[in-house]
């Protein structure tokens, strides 16, 4: 069963002190090694500052962007990961080992794989 951790923080890689950002990358860095070598990783990245983004709505047909995003709280998303685990238990053990977990949250939410999500040709 595949699980995507949304990782959030109020503060970004890029705004940290330098050497405060190297640790907390190095922290990353064996996280994703130690899931790769336990068969968990299936992909992952960081995402650029909240101000790199655009919200994109439709309405009437028409496309309306705006910058950034807009979210009701302090704690923006900054990255993800996609494991694999068999039960909730387990993804939600392998995302308290994520670093981000120690200064923000990281939600974890099933990955759909039901009928109507395969005949979009996504899913497994």
Do not use: W
């Not at 050497?19 to 990245?45: L, W």
């Not at 950034?68 to 996609?82: K, N, S, V």
């Amino acid at each position: 069963m595949k699980f995507i951790c949304l990782i959030c923080a109020e503060q970004m890689m890029e705004h940290l002190e330098p050497a405060d950002a190297a640790g907390h990358f190095a922290e990353y860095a064996a996280f994703t090694e130690a899931i790769k070598r336990e068969g968990h990783f299936v992909s992952g990245n960081r995402l650029t500052p909240p101000g790199t983004a655009k919200t994109v709505r439709v309405r009437d047909g028409q496309a309306h962007v705006t910058d950034g995003p807009f979210a009701e709280t302090r704690e923006l998303l900054g990255g993800y990961y996609l494991i694999e685990a068999p039960d909730m238990d387990t993804a939600l053990a392998i995302a308290a080992r994520i670093p981000g977990a120690q200064r923000g949250c990281v939600e974890v939410r099933p990955i759909a794989d039901d009928a109507p999500t395969r005949a979009l040709g996504l899913g497994n």
